[in-house]
Protein backbone atom coordinates (compact mmCIF):
# COMPACT_ATOMS: atom_id res chain seq x y z
CA UNK A 1 0.00 0.00 0.00
CA UNK A 2 1.01 3.45 -1.07
CA UNK A 3 2.40 5.16 2.17
CA UNK A 4 4.73 7.79 3.31
CA UNK A 5 6.55 6.41 6.58
CA UNK A 6 6.52 9.72 8.31
CA UNK A 7 5.92 9.50 12.26
CA UNK A 8 3.33 11.98 12.21
CA UNK A 9 1.61 11.77 9.22
CA UNK A 10 0.20 8.91 6.80
CA UNK A 11 -0.39 9.05 3.45
CA UNK A 12 -2.61 7.12 0.77
CA UNK A 13 -1.46 7.61 -2.75
CA UNK A 14 -4.13 7.19 -5.58
CA UNK A 15 -3.01 7.44 -9.22
CA UNK A 16 -5.01 9.57 -11.45
CA UNK A 17 -4.20 9.23 -15.13
CA UNK A 18 -5.51 12.71 -17.37
CA UNK A 19 -5.71 11.53 -20.89
CA UNK A 20 -7.29 13.50 -23.63
CA UNK A 21 -6.87 15.19 -27.32
CA UNK A 22 -4.47 16.64 -28.15
CA UNK A 23 -4.67 20.32 -27.14
CA UNK A 24 -8.13 19.69 -24.48
CA UNK A 25 -6.25 21.34 -22.05
CA UNK A 26 -4.89 18.42 -20.35
CA UNK A 27 -1.62 20.11 -18.75
CA UNK A 28 -3.22 23.39 -18.11
CA UNK A 29 -5.76 21.05 -16.02
CA UNK A 30 -2.90 19.19 -14.23
CA UNK A 31 -1.53 22.54 -13.18
CA UNK A 32 -4.60 23.98 -11.83
CA UNK A 33 -5.05 20.65 -9.91
CA UNK A 34 -1.18 20.88 -8.88
CA UNK A 35 0.72 21.47 -5.91
CA UNK A 36 4.03 19.67 -5.86
CA UNK A 37 5.47 18.46 -9.14
CA UNK A 38 7.46 15.76 -8.75
CA UNK A 39 10.81 15.90 -11.66
CA UNK A 40 9.06 14.89 -14.63
CA UNK A 41 6.16 17.05 -14.18
CA UNK A 42 5.32 19.48 -17.03
CA UNK A 43 7.22 18.25 -19.84
CA UNK A 44 10.44 18.87 -19.39
CA UNK A 45 11.01 18.23 -23.19
CA UNK A 46 11.75 21.67 -24.84
CA UNK A 47 10.01 21.18 -28.01
CA UNK A 48 6.56 20.56 -26.29
CA UNK A 49 7.10 23.72 -24.59
CA UNK A 50 6.77 25.48 -28.07
CA UNK A 51 3.87 23.65 -29.06
CA UNK A 52 2.24 23.24 -25.68
CA UNK A 53 1.68 19.64 -25.86
CA UNK A 54 2.56 16.98 -23.52
CA UNK A 55 5.60 14.92 -24.84
CA UNK A 56 6.30 12.60 -22.11
CA UNK A 57 4.32 11.28 -18.70
CA UNK A 58 4.62 14.21 -16.64
CA UNK A 59 3.60 13.29 -13.17
CA UNK A 60 2.94 15.79 -10.65
CA UNK A 61 0.85 15.57 -7.42
CA UNK A 62 -1.56 17.38 -4.66
CA UNK A 63 -2.44 16.42 -1.08
CA UNK A 64 -5.67 16.53 0.34
CA UNK A 65 -7.42 15.41 3.80
CA UNK A 66 -8.02 11.57 3.58
CA UNK A 67 -11.71 11.96 3.06
CA UNK A 68 -13.92 9.36 5.94
CA UNK A 69 -14.14 6.62 3.35
CA UNK A 70 -11.01 6.13 3.03
CA UNK A 71 -9.36 7.30 6.65
CA UNK A 72 -10.31 3.29 8.04
CA UNK A 73 -8.34 1.85 5.53
CA UNK A 74 -4.95 2.25 6.88
CA UNK A 75 -4.91 -0.72 9.23
CA UNK A 76 -3.78 0.51 13.38
CA UNK A 77 -3.38 3.77 12.30
CA UNK A 78 -5.82 5.76 10.06
CA UNK A 79 -4.97 7.81 6.75
CA UNK A 80 -4.46 11.35 7.46
CA UNK A 81 -3.57 12.59 3.44
CA UNK A 82 -5.18 11.82 0.54
CA UNK A 83 -2.19 12.32 -2.21
CA UNK A 84 -3.52 12.16 -5.87
CA UNK A 85 -0.71 11.46 -8.21
CA UNK A 86 -1.46 12.72 -11.66
CA UNK A 87 -0.44 11.23 -15.05
CA UNK A 88 -0.24 13.28 -17.45
CA UNK A 89 -0.74 11.23 -20.89
CA UNK A 90 0.29 12.01 -24.14
CA UNK A 91 -2.43 13.04 -26.55
CA UNK A 92 -1.26 12.74 -29.79
CA UNK A 93 -0.98 9.68 -31.57
CA UNK A 94 2.52 8.68 -32.46
CA UNK A 95 2.75 8.38 -28.31
CA UNK A 96 -0.46 6.16 -27.96
CA UNK A 97 2.39 4.06 -26.46
CA UNK A 98 3.27 5.49 -23.57
CA UNK A 99 -0.51 6.18 -22.53
CA UNK A 100 -0.70 2.35 -22.63
CA UNK A 101 2.43 2.61 -20.44
CA UNK A 102 1.15 4.86 -18.20
CA UNK A 103 -2.19 3.36 -17.93
CA UNK A 104 -1.21 0.23 -16.24
CA UNK A 105 -1.04 1.49 -12.81
CA UNK A 106 -3.62 4.26 -13.05
CA UNK A 107 -6.87 3.97 -10.38
CA UNK A 108 -8.81 6.11 -11.83
CA UNK A 109 -8.98 7.96 -15.21
CA UNK A 110 -10.06 12.12 -15.81
CA UNK A 111 -10.95 12.20 -19.53
CA UNK A 112 -10.58 15.71 -20.49
CA UNK A 113 -12.92 17.03 -23.72
CA UNK A 114 -13.02 20.03 -25.15
CA UNK A 115 -16.19 21.56 -24.23
CA UNK A 116 -16.69 23.29 -27.88
CA UNK A 117 -15.07 20.15 -30.02
CA UNK A 118 -16.59 17.34 -28.21
CA UNK A 119 -15.62 13.56 -28.97
CA UNK A 120 -12.78 13.62 -31.36
CA UNK A 121 -10.06 10.08 -32.76
CA UNK A 122 -8.00 10.41 -29.92
CA UNK A 123 -11.26 11.03 -26.94
CA UNK A 124 -12.14 7.83 -28.55
CA UNK A 125 -8.99 6.37 -28.53
CA UNK A 126 -8.60 7.71 -24.68
CA UNK A 127 -11.26 6.17 -23.85
CA UNK A 128 -10.57 2.73 -25.15
CA UNK A 129 -7.28 2.68 -23.14
CA UNK A 130 -9.23 3.55 -19.96
CA UNK A 131 -11.69 0.61 -20.77
CA UNK A 132 -8.93 -1.90 -21.18
CA UNK A 133 -6.70 -0.95 -17.94
CA UNK A 134 -9.04 1.23 -15.66
CA UNK A 135 -12.14 0.85 -13.57
CA UNK A 136 -13.40 4.10 -13.36
CA UNK A 137 -13.84 7.59 -14.96
CA UNK A 138 -14.82 11.45 -14.71
CA UNK A 139 -15.11 13.15 -17.67
CA UNK A 140 -14.26 16.87 -17.55
CA UNK A 141 -15.55 19.26 -20.14
CA UNK A 142 -12.64 21.64 -20.30
CA UNK A 143 -12.65 25.25 -21.78
CA UNK A 144 -15.96 26.57 -20.85
CA UNK A 145 -14.85 30.07 -20.79
CA UNK A 146 -14.79 30.06 -24.60
CA UNK A 147 -18.80 29.56 -24.56
CA UNK A 148 -20.67 32.68 -24.45
CA UNK A 149 -22.16 33.03 -21.00
CA UNK A 150 -25.45 33.25 -22.33
CA UNK A 151 -25.21 30.28 -23.99
CA UNK A 152 -22.46 28.33 -21.90
CA UNK A 153 -25.51 26.73 -19.46
CA UNK A 154 -27.22 25.01 -21.92
CA UNK A 155 -23.98 24.24 -24.07
CA UNK A 156 -22.83 22.22 -21.38
CA UNK A 157 -26.13 20.54 -20.46
CA UNK A 158 -26.16 19.38 -24.18
CA UNK A 159 -22.79 17.89 -24.02
CA UNK A 160 -23.03 16.36 -20.78
CA UNK A 161 -25.99 14.44 -22.61
CA UNK A 162 -23.94 13.43 -25.57
CA UNK A 163 -21.17 12.46 -23.49
CA UNK A 164 -23.38 10.01 -21.38
CA UNK A 165 -24.60 8.81 -24.66
CA UNK A 166 -21.19 8.19 -25.99
CA UNK A 167 -20.44 6.23 -22.71
CA UNK A 168 -23.71 4.08 -22.85
CA UNK A 169 -21.99 0.96 -24.25
CA UNK A 170 -18.75 1.26 -22.11
CA UNK A 171 -17.69 0.36 -18.72
CA UNK A 172 -17.84 4.15 -17.53
CA UNK A 173 -21.68 4.22 -18.14
CA UNK A 174 -23.11 6.74 -15.73
CA UNK A 175 -19.85 8.36 -15.29
CA UNK A 176 -19.93 11.65 -13.63
CA UNK A 177 -19.13 15.08 -15.79
CA UNK A 178 -18.08 18.04 -14.61
CA UNK A 179 -17.36 21.59 -16.66
CA UNK A 180 -14.57 23.75 -16.10
CA UNK A 181 -11.99 26.14 -17.00
CA UNK A 182 -8.38 25.16 -16.01
CA UNK A 183 -7.14 28.00 -17.81
CA UNK A 184 -9.65 30.57 -18.51
CA UNK A 185 -8.20 32.86 -21.36
CA UNK A 186 -5.72 29.81 -23.07
CA UNK A 187 -2.52 29.78 -22.58
CA UNK A 188 -1.09 33.02 -23.00
CA UNK A 189 -3.38 34.42 -20.59
CA UNK A 190 -1.83 36.24 -17.98
CA UNK A 191 -1.84 33.47 -14.75
CA UNK A 192 -4.31 36.05 -12.62
CA UNK A 193 -7.18 34.73 -13.80
CA UNK A 194 -8.73 32.03 -11.36
CA UNK A 195 -9.49 28.18 -12.96
CA UNK A 196 -13.58 27.40 -12.70
CA UNK A 197 -14.79 25.01 -11.32
CA UNK A 198 -11.55 22.95 -9.96
CA UNK A 199 -12.32 23.08 -6.27
CA UNK A 200 -15.56 21.29 -7.25
CA UNK A 201 -13.23 18.83 -9.61
CA UNK A 202 -11.36 18.06 -6.37
CA UNK A 203 -14.44 16.96 -4.46
CA UNK A 204 -15.90 14.78 -7.17
CA UNK A 205 -12.37 12.90 -7.34
CA UNK A 206 -11.97 12.76 -3.61
CA UNK A 207 -15.92 10.81 -3.70
CA UNK A 208 -14.49 8.96 -6.30
CA UNK A 209 -11.29 7.20 -4.51
CA UNK A 210 -12.10 3.34 -3.42
CA UNK A 211 -8.96 1.75 -1.35
CA UNK A 212 -6.53 0.74 -4.52
CA UNK A 213 -5.49 -2.93 -4.07
CA UNK A 214 -1.88 -3.06 -4.06
CA UNK A 215 0.17 -6.25 -3.65
CA UNK A 216 3.78 -5.22 -2.17
CA UNK A 217 4.56 -9.21 -2.88
CA UNK A 218 6.07 -10.86 -5.68
CA UNK A 219 8.72 -9.60 -7.85
CA UNK A 220 9.78 -6.13 -8.65
CA UNK A 221 8.48 -4.43 -11.75
CA UNK A 222 8.99 -0.86 -11.71
CA UNK A 223 8.45 1.43 -15.22
CA UNK A 224 11.26 4.33 -14.99
CA UNK A 225 10.47 7.52 -16.96
CA UNK A 226 13.55 9.72 -16.11
CA UNK A 227 16.80 9.01 -15.26
CA UNK A 228 19.43 11.89 -14.52
CA UNK A 229 22.89 12.21 -12.34
CA UNK A 230 23.25 14.28 -9.02
CA UNK A 231 26.85 15.10 -8.11
CA UNK A 232 27.84 13.56 -5.41
CA UNK A 233 25.42 11.33 -4.68
CA UNK A 234 24.65 9.18 -7.91
CA UNK A 235 22.21 8.25 -10.37
CA UNK A 236 18.58 8.60 -10.07
CA UNK A 237 15.46 6.50 -11.83
CA UNK A 238 12.35 7.89 -11.35
CA UNK A 239 9.14 5.88 -11.93
CA UNK A 240 5.79 4.10 -10.60
CA UNK A 241 5.91 0.50 -9.11
CA UNK A 242 4.11 -1.74 -11.46
CA UNK A 243 4.40 -4.94 -8.85
CA UNK A 244 6.10 -6.09 -5.82
CA UNK A 245 7.98 -3.62 -3.89
CA UNK A 246 11.54 -1.88 -3.48
CA UNK A 247 13.63 -1.14 -0.41
CA UNK A 248 16.97 0.37 0.53
CA UNK A 249 19.80 -2.12 -0.13
CA UNK A 250 17.95 -4.45 -2.77
CA UNK A 251 19.60 -5.25 -5.80
CA UNK A 252 17.77 -4.47 -8.89
CA UNK A 253 18.07 -5.47 -12.76
CA UNK A 254 17.97 -3.68 -15.53
CA UNK A 255 16.76 -5.87 -17.97
CA UNK A 256 17.42 -4.11 -20.96
CA UNK A 257 21.55 -3.86 -20.52
CA UNK A 258 21.67 -6.81 -18.76
CA UNK A 259 23.21 -5.19 -15.36
CA UNK A 260 22.35 -4.82 -12.02
CA UNK A 261 22.38 -2.10 -9.40
CA UNK A 262 22.38 -1.59 -5.88
CA UNK A 263 19.69 0.64 -4.36
CA UNK A 264 21.45 3.46 -2.07
CA UNK A 265 18.45 5.49 -1.61
CA UNK A 266 14.22 5.89 -2.06
CA UNK A 267 12.28 8.65 -2.09
CA UNK A 268 8.86 9.67 -2.64
CA UNK A 269 7.77 13.28 -4.25
CA UNK A 270 11.10 14.59 -2.61
CA UNK A 271 11.01 13.09 0.93
CA UNK A 272 13.38 10.05 2.11
CA UNK A 273 11.37 6.84 2.61
CA UNK A 274 13.16 3.44 3.44
CA UNK A 275 10.81 1.41 0.56
CA UNK A 276 7.72 1.57 -1.90
CA UNK A 277 5.19 -0.75 -3.05
CA UNK A 278 2.88 -1.49 -5.86
CA UNK A 279 1.10 1.59 -7.27
CA UNK A 280 3.81 4.46 -5.53
CA UNK A 281 5.46 7.20 -7.75
CA UNK A 282 9.16 6.76 -6.42
CA UNK A 283 12.82 7.96 -7.34
CA UNK A 284 15.43 5.26 -5.98
CA UNK A 285 18.98 6.25 -6.44
CA UNK A 286 22.23 3.85 -7.68
CA UNK A 287 25.97 4.86 -8.20
CA UNK A 288 28.09 4.02 -10.75
CA UNK A 289 25.54 3.83 -13.74
CA UNK A 290 25.17 6.62 -16.68
CA UNK A 291 21.77 7.99 -16.99
CA UNK A 292 22.07 8.36 -20.75
CA UNK A 293 22.04 4.69 -20.83
CA UNK A 294 18.77 4.62 -19.46
CA UNK A 295 15.80 7.10 -20.62
CA UNK A 296 12.68 5.16 -20.04
CA UNK A 297 12.57 1.23 -19.52
CA UNK A 298 11.97 -0.79 -16.49
CA UNK A 299 13.92 -1.65 -13.66
CA UNK A 300 13.04 -5.43 -12.41
CA UNK A 301 13.64 -8.26 -9.93
CA UNK A 302 17.07 -9.91 -10.71
CA UNK A 303 15.64 -12.70 -13.27
CA UNK A 304 12.30 -11.85 -12.82
CA UNK A 305 11.49 -10.54 -16.25
CA UNK A 306 11.59 -13.05 -19.77
CA UNK A 307 12.87 -11.70 -23.23
CA UNK A 308 10.82 -13.07 -25.71
CA UNK A 309 11.21 -13.53 -29.55
CA UNK A 310 7.65 -14.63 -29.80
CA UNK A 311 4.47 -14.95 -28.42
CA UNK A 312 0.87 -16.72 -27.75
CA UNK A 313 -1.64 -14.39 -26.64
CA UNK A 314 -5.36 -14.54 -26.03
CA UNK A 315 -7.22 -12.20 -28.77
CA UNK A 316 -10.33 -9.85 -28.85
CA UNK A 317 -10.51 -7.57 -31.72
CA UNK A 318 -11.09 -3.66 -30.63
CA UNK A 319 -14.93 -2.88 -31.77
CA UNK A 320 -14.02 0.48 -33.05
CA UNK A 321 -11.01 -0.96 -35.02
CA UNK A 322 -12.37 -0.88 -39.31
CA UNK A 323 -10.81 -3.49 -41.17
CA UNK A 324 -10.04 -7.10 -41.02
CA UNK A 325 -7.29 -8.62 -38.77
CA UNK A 326 -5.61 -11.30 -40.63
CA UNK A 327 -3.24 -13.69 -40.43
CA UNK A 328 0.88 -12.90 -41.35
CA UNK A 329 -0.22 -9.34 -40.70
CA UNK A 330 2.10 -6.65 -38.93
CA UNK A 331 0.70 -4.46 -36.37
CA UNK A 332 2.56 -2.26 -33.64
CA UNK A 333 2.00 -4.72 -30.58
CA UNK A 334 2.47 -3.23 -26.92
CA UNK A 335 3.69 -5.14 -24.81
CA UNK A 336 4.78 -4.32 -20.99
CA UNK A 337 6.90 -1.18 -22.03
CA UNK A 338 7.65 -1.47 -25.38
CA UNK A 339 6.07 -1.34 -28.62
CA UNK A 340 7.70 -3.34 -31.53
CA UNK A 341 6.51 -4.54 -34.52
CA UNK A 342 5.27 -7.93 -34.80
CA UNK A 343 3.67 -10.42 -37.56
CA UNK A 344 0.66 -12.36 -36.21
CA UNK A 345 -1.18 -15.34 -36.78
CA UNK A 346 -4.87 -16.24 -35.49
CA UNK A 347 -6.00 -19.39 -34.63
CA UNK A 348 -9.09 -20.96 -32.94
CA UNK A 349 -10.69 -24.24 -31.61
CA UNK A 350 -11.37 -26.70 -33.63
CA UNK A 351 -15.42 -26.98 -34.72
CA UNK A 352 -15.98 -30.04 -32.43
CA UNK A 353 -14.65 -27.82 -29.58
CA UNK A 354 -15.49 -24.85 -30.36
CA UNK A 355 -18.15 -23.73 -27.77
CA UNK A 356 -18.17 -20.69 -26.66
CA UNK A 357 -15.75 -19.81 -23.57
CA UNK A 358 -17.39 -20.54 -20.40
CA UNK A 359 -19.40 -17.81 -19.39
CA UNK A 360 -17.83 -16.83 -16.32
CA UNK A 361 -14.63 -16.24 -18.44
CA UNK A 362 -13.97 -13.57 -20.48
CA UNK A 363 -12.34 -14.36 -24.18
CA UNK A 364 -8.83 -12.95 -22.92
CA UNK A 365 -8.61 -15.33 -20.26
CA UNK A 366 -9.26 -18.58 -22.59
CA UNK A 367 -6.59 -20.55 -21.34
CA UNK A 368 -3.79 -21.81 -23.96
CA UNK A 369 -2.70 -25.29 -23.68
CA UNK A 370 0.37 -26.67 -26.01
CA UNK A 371 -0.78 -30.50 -25.62
CA UNK A 372 -4.62 -29.10 -27.40
CA UNK A 373 -5.17 -28.82 -31.39
CA UNK A 374 -6.45 -25.27 -32.66
CA UNK A 375 -7.38 -24.53 -36.38
CA UNK A 376 -5.24 -21.63 -38.28
CA UNK A 377 -7.51 -18.96 -39.35
CA UNK A 378 -6.55 -16.61 -42.21
CA UNK A 379 -8.35 -13.54 -40.07
CA UNK A 380 -9.81 -13.17 -36.88
CA UNK A 381 -13.14 -14.33 -36.59
CA UNK A 382 -15.55 -11.85 -35.58
CA UNK A 383 -18.90 -13.65 -34.66
CA UNK A 384 -20.23 -16.38 -36.16
CA UNK A 385 -22.78 -14.58 -37.99
CA UNK A 386 -25.94 -15.34 -35.66
CA UNK A 387 -24.68 -11.96 -33.54
CA UNK A 388 -23.57 -13.86 -30.31
CA UNK A 389 -20.35 -13.86 -28.64
CA UNK A 390 -17.18 -14.28 -30.45
CA UNK A 391 -15.68 -17.52 -30.17
CA UNK A 392 -12.22 -17.71 -27.99
CA UNK A 393 -9.38 -17.26 -29.96
CA UNK A 394 -5.45 -16.75 -29.81
CA UNK A 395 -2.64 -15.16 -31.72
CA UNK A 396 0.95 -15.76 -32.60
CA UNK A 397 2.99 -13.15 -32.40
CA UNK A 398 6.51 -13.31 -33.91
CA UNK A 399 8.53 -10.03 -33.08
CA UNK A 400 10.76 -7.90 -35.38
CA UNK A 401 13.44 -7.36 -32.26
CA UNK A 402 13.16 -9.28 -28.90
CA UNK A 403 11.13 -7.34 -26.10
CA UNK A 404 11.25 -7.50 -22.67
CA UNK A 405 8.26 -8.20 -20.12
CA UNK A 406 6.43 -9.76 -17.13
CA UNK A 407 4.26 -12.64 -17.17
CA UNK A 408 0.54 -12.67 -18.36
CA UNK A 409 0.76 -9.09 -19.16
CA UNK A 410 -2.12 -6.72 -20.94
CA UNK A 411 -1.51 -6.64 -24.88
CA UNK A 412 -2.39 -4.14 -27.67
CA UNK A 413 -1.86 -4.73 -31.21
CA UNK A 414 -2.51 -1.40 -33.14
CA UNK A 415 -1.99 -0.14 -36.83
CA UNK A 416 0.52 2.92 -35.67
CA UNK A 417 1.19 4.13 -39.17
CA UNK A 418 -2.37 4.85 -39.91
CA UNK A 419 -2.80 8.56 -41.05
CA UNK A 420 -3.39 10.73 -37.44
CA UNK A 421 -5.81 12.75 -39.35
CA UNK A 422 -7.91 10.33 -40.98
CA UNK A 423 -10.58 10.12 -38.28
CA UNK A 424 -10.20 6.03 -37.70
CA UNK A 425 -9.31 4.18 -34.48
CA UNK A 426 -5.85 2.90 -34.75
CA UNK A 427 -6.33 0.19 -31.63
CA UNK A 428 -7.22 -2.94 -33.29
CA UNK A 429 -6.98 -5.73 -30.82
CA UNK A 430 -6.46 -6.34 -27.09
CA UNK A 431 -5.03 -9.48 -25.56
CA UNK A 432 -2.82 -11.26 -22.51
CA UNK A 433 0.47 -12.30 -22.98
CA UNK A 434 -0.12 -16.54 -22.11
CA UNK A 435 3.25 -18.14 -23.60
CA UNK A 436 6.58 -16.83 -24.57
CA UNK A 437 9.23 -18.20 -26.57
CA UNK A 438 12.80 -17.08 -24.78
CA UNK A 439 14.46 -19.26 -27.38
CA UNK A 440 16.20 -17.35 -30.44
CA UNK A 441 15.43 -20.04 -32.66
CA UNK A 442 11.89 -20.46 -31.90
CA UNK A 443 11.17 -20.94 -35.28
CA UNK A 444 13.02 -24.51 -35.05
CA UNK A 445 12.88 -25.65 -31.72
CA UNK A 446 9.19 -24.61 -30.17
CA UNK A 447 7.16 -23.64 -32.63
CA UNK A 448 7.29 -27.16 -34.30
CA UNK A 449 5.16 -28.01 -30.59
CA UNK A 450 2.19 -25.77 -31.27
CA UNK A 451 -0.73 -28.00 -32.81
CA UNK A 452 -2.69 -25.59 -35.22
CA UNK A 453 -3.41 -27.17 -38.19
CA UNK A 454 -4.93 -26.68 -41.45
CA UNK A 455 -7.77 -28.96 -43.12
CA UNK A 456 -6.78 -29.80 -46.80
CA UNK A 457 -9.14 -31.33 -49.43
CA UNK A 458 -7.94 -32.45 -52.97
CA UNK A 459 -10.54 -33.62 -55.69
CA UNK A 460 -10.10 -36.53 -58.36
CA UNK A 461 -11.68 -38.29 -60.34
CA UNK A 462 -12.23 -42.45 -60.90
CA UNK A 463 -11.07 -43.52 -63.91
CA UNK A 464 -12.06 -47.16 -64.51
CA UNK A 465 -13.02 -50.16 -62.18
CA UNK A 466 -10.44 -52.94 -62.25
CA UNK A 467 -12.64 -55.47 -60.03
CA UNK A 468 -15.25 -55.09 -57.23
CA UNK A 469 -12.54 -54.34 -54.87
CA UNK A 470 -10.30 -51.97 -56.95
CA UNK A 471 -10.72 -48.73 -58.60
CA UNK A 472 -8.03 -46.24 -60.84
CA UNK A 473 -8.26 -42.82 -59.95
CA UNK A 474 -6.82 -40.04 -61.93
CA UNK A 475 -6.49 -36.15 -61.53
CA UNK A 476 -6.01 -36.01 -57.73
CA UNK A 477 -1.52 -35.80 -58.50
CA UNK A 478 0.26 -33.39 -60.48
CA UNK A 479 2.67 -36.25 -62.68
CA UNK A 480 5.40 -35.00 -60.78
CA UNK A 481 3.94 -35.31 -56.87
CA UNK A 482 5.60 -38.14 -54.86
CA UNK A 483 2.78 -40.92 -54.75
CA UNK A 484 4.65 -42.53 -52.25
CA UNK A 485 3.98 -39.57 -49.46
CA UNK A 486 -0.05 -40.70 -50.02
CA UNK A 487 0.26 -44.38 -49.91
CA UNK A 488 -2.02 -45.81 -47.38
CA UNK A 489 -4.17 -42.72 -46.89
CA UNK A 490 -8.20 -42.66 -46.92
CA UNK A 491 -10.31 -41.49 -49.76
CA UNK A 492 -13.82 -41.30 -50.13
CA UNK A 493 -15.86 -41.78 -53.35
CA UNK A 494 -18.65 -39.69 -54.45
CA UNK A 495 -20.92 -42.93 -54.48
CA UNK A 496 -20.28 -43.29 -50.40
CA UNK A 497 -17.72 -46.04 -50.57
CA UNK A 498 -14.57 -45.62 -48.41
CA UNK A 499 -10.72 -46.64 -49.94
CA UNK A 500 -7.11 -46.60 -49.29
CA UNK A 501 -4.67 -45.00 -51.65
CA UNK A 502 -2.49 -48.39 -52.97
CA UNK A 503 0.06 -46.80 -55.06
CA UNK A 504 0.38 -44.98 -58.25
CA UNK A 505 -0.69 -46.62 -61.51
CA UNK A 506 1.48 -46.02 -64.99
CA UNK A 507 3.72 -42.54 -65.48
CA UNK A 508 0.74 -39.85 -65.40
CA UNK A 509 -0.08 -39.26 -61.69
CA UNK A 510 -2.79 -41.88 -61.70
CA UNK A 511 -3.34 -44.44 -58.59
CA UNK A 512 -4.72 -47.47 -57.38
CA UNK A 513 -7.49 -47.39 -54.27
CA UNK A 514 -7.92 -50.39 -52.52
CA UNK A 515 -11.76 -51.03 -51.22
CA UNK A 516 -11.78 -52.67 -48.29
CA UNK A 517 -15.90 -53.05 -47.98
CA UNK A 518 -16.04 -53.47 -51.92
CA UNK A 519 -18.10 -51.49 -54.17
CA UNK A 520 -21.38 -51.18 -54.10
CA UNK A 521 -23.97 -52.52 -56.67
CA UNK A 522 -25.35 -49.53 -57.79
CA UNK A 523 -21.47 -48.17 -58.31
CA UNK A 524 -20.88 -51.21 -60.57
CA UNK A 525 -24.16 -50.98 -62.44
CA UNK A 526 -22.78 -47.14 -62.62
CA UNK A 527 -19.77 -48.33 -64.00
CA UNK A 528 -21.65 -51.26 -66.71
CA UNK A 529 -24.22 -48.95 -67.99
CA UNK A 530 -21.25 -46.32 -68.99
CA UNK A 531 -19.43 -49.33 -70.59
CA UNK A 532 -22.34 -49.97 -72.48
CA UNK A 533 -22.69 -46.91 -74.10
CA UNK A 534 -19.26 -46.55 -74.95
CA UNK A 535 -19.28 -50.08 -76.75
CA UNK A 536 -23.12 -49.04 -78.92
CA UNK A 537 -21.05 -46.35 -79.66
CA UNK A 538 -17.83 -47.88 -81.17
CA UNK A 539 -19.81 -51.02 -82.63
CA UNK A 540 -20.48 -49.20 -86.00
CA UNK A 541 -18.87 -51.27 -88.59
CA UNK A 542 -16.55 -52.85 -86.67
CA UNK A 543 -16.26 -55.61 -83.90
CA UNK A 544 -17.58 -53.73 -80.49
CA UNK A 545 -13.60 -53.75 -78.86
CA UNK A 546 -14.22 -55.53 -75.01
CA UNK A 547 -13.59 -52.46 -72.68
CA UNK A 548 -13.05 -52.32 -68.96
CA UNK A 549 -15.90 -50.15 -67.43
CA UNK A 550 -15.23 -46.54 -67.27
CA UNK A 551 -17.42 -43.74 -65.34
CA UNK A 552 -18.00 -41.16 -68.45
CA UNK A 553 -21.67 -40.17 -68.31
CA UNK A 554 -21.64 -39.05 -64.87
CA UNK A 555 -18.11 -38.79 -63.29
CA UNK A 556 -17.37 -40.82 -59.79
CA UNK A 557 -14.76 -38.39 -57.62
CA UNK A 558 -12.64 -39.13 -55.18
CA UNK A 559 -12.04 -36.97 -51.66
CA UNK A 560 -9.00 -36.61 -49.90
CA UNK A 561 -9.10 -35.06 -46.88
CA UNK A 562 -6.29 -34.49 -44.59
CA UNK A 563 -4.43 -31.76 -41.99
CA UNK A 564 -1.49 -30.17 -41.98
CA UNK A 565 0.11 -28.75 -38.81
CA UNK A 566 1.27 -25.47 -40.03
CA UNK A 567 4.98 -25.51 -38.05
CA UNK A 568 5.48 -29.10 -39.02
CA UNK A 569 8.93 -29.23 -40.41
CA UNK A 570 7.92 -32.35 -42.12
CA UNK A 571 4.53 -31.24 -43.40
CA UNK A 572 3.13 -34.67 -42.77
CA UNK A 573 -0.26 -35.38 -43.91
CA UNK A 574 -2.64 -36.28 -41.29
CA UNK A 575 -6.06 -38.51 -40.94
CA UNK A 576 -8.17 -38.69 -37.85
Known amino acids: MSESHDSRTKTLNFNVGVLGHVDSGKTSLARALSSTASTAAFDK ?40 TLVDCPGHASLIRTIIGGAQIIDLMILVVDVV ?3 QTQTAECLLIGELTCPRMVVVLNKIDLLPASKRQSAVEK ?3 RMHKTLESTRFKECPVIAVAAKPGGPDAPEAEE ?11 KKQTYLPKRDPTGDLLMAVDHCFSIRGQGTVMTGTILQGSVAINDTVEIPVLKVTKKIKSVQMFRKPVSGAAQGDRVGVCVTQFDPKLLERGVVCTPGSLRTLFAAVISVRKIGYFKGPLATRAKFHITVGHETVMARVSFFGLPPSDSQTTPSELSPLEAPFNLDREYLHQDEYVSSQGDGGPEPAQWALLEFERPVTCPALCLVIGSKLDTDIHANTCRLAFQGRLLQGFE ?3 YAETSLPRLRIYKTKQKEGQVERVTDDYTVIGRSLFKKETNLQLFVGLKVTLSTGESGVIEGG ?3 SGKFKIHIQEGLNPETKQLFSSASKKKGKSSSKGAAAVEEEPKAESQPVSVLLRFKRYVFDPQKKMIQS
Do not use: A, W
Not at 47 to 67: A, H, M, N
Open 45 to 84: NPQSRERGITLDLGFSSFTVDCPDHLRDGGGLKPYDNLQF
Open 117 to 119: KGM
Open 159 to 161: MTK
Open 195 to 205: PHGVQELIELL
Open 439 to 441: DKH
Open 505 to 507: FGQ
